[in-house]
């Protein structure tokens, strides 16, 4: 791993034992990012993405089986365990989760919850942690943030609640923020202040992002490249102006497709035929073949590889070029 490269991801495979068919959520996922860089994770629900973030904290039930490496900030994170997987999270790496409400300890108010995640990672008073957790609140830009400190999660809005769980995350200076679908159950005016804030907020820490969506539009907003995940594997990754501007993979081209602004004068919203293969039996070859309108035999022998479309933008589809 290089100096400015912040996380590592080296063939990740990620296995699931509920019952007698393993689940293989990730395949074969190479993935880095650089220091400060925000690389967005796009593609439907299952198609691994939370799966793969997660990964990075080892946050996965008892009994997955994770194979590759994963190097973050020079930790090996496949090496970890214990205290010193405690002590990574939350001071290295934080997380920004989905539903918040979930997330925090409904007994315990967001002051008390924000100072203990500072108490446990530094030496520090009670009384300290307590004004760092006042800043932190005004920084997020709560409303009388010395009230709301003292009020417990089922008193906050989906949006200022969300804005405390970006608070915590950063409430001990890490070096990479992992945020998982963070504005998905919020409303769109809310959602959009979100986006701006943690792009803003990236900025001035410096942090390394990796941000999960199924949405092509936030995965716009806020990141710098982005990975198109289908099945477990990455399907095409490059800059997002060019991801955007310029899809290769069919996959990436029918998510495109399918945004809403672009049905306006039509009958019927565009949308990618099928559903997403059952991965306890997965198909031979492209597991998006079943649904690509390009599909042809070739497509269903061999899973085809990444390739180079250009000097920073890959795709895997055996018919590019």
Do not use: W
Not at 52 to 62: A, D, V, W, Y
Not at 200 to 212: D, P, T
Not at 231 to 243: D, Q, T
């Amino acid at each position: 791993m290089t100096e400015e490269t912040m996380i590592d991801i080296r063939n990740l495979s990620v296995t699931f034992r509920p019952g007698r068919k393993p689940v293989k959520a990730v395949n074969g996922v190479s993935l880095s990012v650089k220091a400060g860089e925000v690389v967005a994770l796009l593609g439907e629900s299952g198609s691994g993405k939370s799966v793969t973030m997660r990964s990075l904290l080892k946050l996965h039930p008892k009994g997955t089986l994770i194979e590759g490496a994963i190097d973050v900030a020079g930790h090996d994170v496949m090496q970890l365990s214990g205290r010193a997987l405690s002590d990574m999270r939350g001071a290295t790496v934080s997380m920004v989760f989905q539903e918040p409400r979930l997330a925090l300890d409904p007994v315990y108010t967001l002051g008390q919850q924000i100072e203990e995640t500072i108490m446990r990672h530094e030496k520090i008073s009670r009384s300290a942690a307590a004004a760092r957790a006042l800043a932190l609140f005004e920084k997020v830009r709560i409303p009388s943030p010395e009230r709301r400190l003292k009020n417990y999660p089922h008193e906050m809005s989906g949006g200022m609640l969300q804005r405390s769980m970006i608070a915590m995350a950063l409430a001990c200076n890490p070096k990479v923020l992992l945020a998982d679908e963070p504005t998905t159950a919020l409303d769109a005016t809310v959602q959009i202040q979100i986006l701006l804030l943690i792009r803003e907020l990236q900025k001035e820490y410096g942090l390394s992002v990796i941000f999960v969506t199924h949405d092509i539009g936030v995965a716009a907003e806020v990141a710098d490249r982005i990975a198109v995940m289908y099945a477990g594997r990455i399907v095409e990754e490059g800059p997002a102006v060019e991801i955007i501007r310029n899809p290769k993979h069919p996959y990436t081209k029918g998510l495109l497709g399918a945004r809403v602004e672009l049905a306006h004068g039509r009958d019927r919203l565009i949308t990618i035929p099928g559903a997403p293969p059952d991965l306890t039996a997965m198909p031979p070859g492209c597991a998006f073949a079943p649904r690509c309108p390009q599909a042809t035999d070739i497509c269903r022998v061999d899973v085809p590889a990444l390739t180079a479309a250009s000097v920073d933008h890959s795709v895997g589809c055996v018919h590019y070029g």
